[in-house]
């Protein structure tokens, strides 16, 4: 548990750290250098260089561990903690001044997340969680929603050019049909840490990569929501569906899920 401990406090560190330099970034945001990877799918100058300092302050604290990140190339570790970082989530935001994107950093060991961290430096919120410890955002302790009914609040979704349209149609029409709102900011992992703070009910996305969502898939259950479950592992190979809630809803978000994309 201590080397958990000693690299849940390094996490957060590197995560304040490494968001201040992406808010200097952001604030020059119309004169960042952009490339296109695929179908609404950026890559910016900060995104690459933020994920430079994430890799080389985690280097430099624990060498002999494996390093996964959505720019750079995988990094093998021999210690059995890997780290999963997304420099910047939400880019598109990002790179058109819309201030809905965060820095995240998970770590992984035998299978299960063990730390999660999203840290919004525009609203300075850092949403936290060490397995077994619960979650916060900066000192507070944070809760999914108790709210029993789809009815009573909104239902985050999310997509990418990775899957079919045909599911996210389904799963709006579906989610409006049970009375829900249904609400996206363009960014997965922000989304997901709303969910921990009871800010919406839930979130749905058909396919996320593991830098996306694992640090949020452990912050939700930390918070008592309930989360699809995955193996971090394989999700770090694939990637994976994602379906979170708080606990008095999740059966029926499941159930929009199931048939959004099982149809």
């Not at 590197?14 to 945001?29: N, P, R, S, T």
């Not at 952009?34 to 604290?61: C, P, T, W, Y």
């Not at 969680?129 to 809760?143: M, S, V």
């Not at 840490?193 to 259950?221: C, K, P, Q, S």
Request: proline share 2%; hydrophobic share 45%; with cysteine.
């Amino acid at each position: 548990m201590t080397d958990i401990a000693n690299r849940y406090a390094a996490a957060r560190r590197i995560a304040a750290e490494v968001g201040a330099m992406a808010l200097d970034y952001f604030q020059k945001w119309d004169r960042l250098t952009i490339d296109v990877k695929g179908h609404q799918d950026f890559v910016s100058e900060a995104d690459r260089n933020v994920e430079l300092a994430v890799r080389a302050a985690l280097a430099a604290a624990f060498p002999e561990d494996g390093i996964v990140g959505e720019e750079g190339a995988t990094t093998i570790g021999s210690s059995g903690f890997t780290w999963v970082i997304d420099p910047i989530d939400g880019t598109t935001n990002f790179i058109n001044g819309i201030p809905q994107w965060c820095v995240i950093l998970a770590c992984v060991h035998q299978g299960q997340t063990v730390i999660g961290v999203i840290h919004d430096p525009v609203h300075d919120e850092l949403h936290h969680a060490q397995r077994g410890g619960g979650a916060f955002c900066n000192d507070r302790p944070i809760n999914c929603s108790p709210k029993m009914s789809l009815r009573e609040g909104s239902l985050g979704v999310g997509f990418s050019g990775r899957t079919h349209i045909s599911g996210i149609k389904a799963l709006v029409t579906l989610a409006t049909d049970a009375g829900t709102m249904f609400w996206r900011n363009g960014s997965g992992g922000l989304s997901l840490a709303y969910v921990a703070t009871g800010r919406i009910l839930g979130y749905v996305e058909e396919h996320m990569n593991a830098w996306d969502f694992l640090a949020g898939h452990l912050i939700v259950a930390e918070a008592g929501g309930r989360v699809e479950a995955v193996n971090a592992d394989d999700a770090i190979a694939h990637g994976g569906r994602v379906v979170v809630a708080g606990a008095g809803v999740f059966d029926a978000v499941a159930a929009l899920a199931k048939a959004a994309y099982d149809s």
